[in-house]
């Protein structure tokens, strides 16, 4: 399956991936102010890929003037329906519609790995003005925890490695990007912590084995957590380049 095609797979759960996936801490926006070099009250602001509008969402909720950025067209129903104040324009990164210099800040909260950074850089550099910021961002399963690295683990032994897409590949696309690690963690009941992981692509594109391997791990999970809780630990990653550092 191509990637635009595991791209293309989240608009047929998009109520699911709305309920299910985590938000982001607090902190998060607080350093991408401070690495950003400006507050995010009042700032222009595009989040691209925004999916459901999780991060549009947390964006606007420190003030920022957003607009939700999105291809998927389940994802966009989805995105008008929890957010219907909050403009939103059908594209993707790699050919934005919006004027040149018009942004303070352009995101992408788990979604740079879905564009093509030949396509996707220039544009960046071409909306944000000068000393406006690109900010790319993921969570990340902590593996440094114990259960998850064993959840990790049997998903690669039953599928392959490579199910999990990761954002590091900032550093080659012609920007000085600085980077912060962000540890956090949710307690949520085992199905909340299953229907999560079944938002992913991998599980949505019809990969042979993916439902009897969640019906297996939710056994094996209730047996390691009797009390039907777990505590998901996350580190996001967050990547922040400002116009006008590019790399010479």
């Known amino acids: 399956m191509t990637n635009e095609s595991r791209a293309r797979s989240f608009s047929s759960a998009a109520a ?31 989040d691209v890929g925004a999916g459901t509008g999780i991060a549009t969402a947390l964006l606007e909720a420190r003030g920022a003037r957003v607009v939700g950025v999105e291809p998927g067209e389940g994802m966009a129903q989805e995105f008008r329906r ?13 050919r934005l519609p919006l004027a040149s210099g018009c942004l303070d800040l352009l995101t992408y909260a788990q979604s740079w790995h879905w564009t093509d950074p030949a396509h996707a850089v220039p544009e960046a550099l071409r909306v944000l003005r000068p000393g406006g910021a690109l900010a790319v961002w993921q969570n990340d399963p902590d593996v440094e925890v114990g259960w998850i690295a064993d959840q990790q683990n049997r998903i690669e032994e039953r599928f ?57 791990e939710r056994a094996l999970l209730i047996r390691r957590f009797p009390d039907g809780w777990v505590e998901e630990h996350y580190v996001v990653e967050l990547s922040v380049a400002v116009r006008g550092r590019e790399t010479r």
Do not use: C
């Open 16 to 46: 699911r991936y709305a309920a299910h996936r985590p938000a982001y801490p607090p902190e998060l926006f607080d350093t991408l102010a401070e690495m950003a070099g400006f507050a995010l009250a009042g700032a222009r602001v595009a």
């Open 82 to 94: 929890r957010n219907p104040h909050t403009p939103l324009v059908r594209a993707d990164g790699n």
């Open 160 to 216: 392959g490695p490579g199910w999990y897409i990761n954002e590091r590949a900032l550093s080659q696309e012609g920007l000085r990007f600085t980077d912060r690690r962000l540890p956090w963690s949710r307690r949520v009941p085992v199905d909340t912590h299953l229907a999560k992981l079944s938002t992913h692509s991998l599980f949505l594109i019809g990969e042979p084995g993916t439902d009897a391997f969640l019906e297996d």
